[in-house]
């Protein structure tokens, strides 16, 4: 019967090899901002675990799913915000209305930080907030009936 030192060794080990093989597939990501932070268990009695990554405010986020390998990805913005996301506490800072904002006022800084010369509003919408913006929209309205964020303006 295995010792449990030599089970959590192997896990730890498997984790590892879960994460190489996501750094190398996704490498190519990282000449456009993509950084690889590690791996962390966000809750300890549930063993759930995450990839850490980090990436610029203006990624294609379509090109990076949300789960490896059964492992969801937890994403982190690195450096500033555009002037359309810094808000007070009392508003919803991913509201789809401020996604709009910026993409109408930045589509050429868009088109050219991502490496496209033709890029439709939708397709940069969906680009900046996550890789579905019609799903985002869905998923923050029903968080604001809810009561979970602030009502949406």
């Known amino acids: 019967m295995p010792s449990l030192r030599l089970t959590i060794a192997n896990q ?10 996501f750094s190398r597939k996704y490498a190519h990501l990282q000449k456009k901002g993509l950084k690889v932070d590690g791996l962390a268990e966000i ?9 850490k990554i980090s990436k ?3 990624f294609d986020n379509r090109e990076i799913p949300d789960k490896f390998e059964g492992i969801k ?8 915000l ?10 919803f800072i991913w509201a ?7 993409v109408d006022r930045c589509a050429e800084e868009i088109r050219n930080s991502l ?28 968080w604001a009936k809810e009561g979970r964020i602030p009502p949406l303006n």
């Open 82 to 91: 555009p002037e359309e996301f810094k808000t007070d506490k009392e508003r």
């Open 115 to 142: 490496g496209y010369e033709v890029m439709t509003r939708e397709e940069m919408l969906d680009a900046v907030c996550g890789g579905n913006f019609d799903a985002h929209v869905t998923k923050v309205t029903q």
């Open 73 to 80: 990805l937890q994403k982190r913005i690195s450096g500033d």
């Open 43 to 51: 809750d300890s009695v549930r063993k759930y675990k995450v990839i």
């Open 96 to 102: 789809p209305y401020r996604y709009e904002l910026f």
């Open 12 to 21: 730890a080990r498997n984790m590892l090899d879960v994460l190489e093989r």
């Open 56 to 58: 610029p405010f203006i």
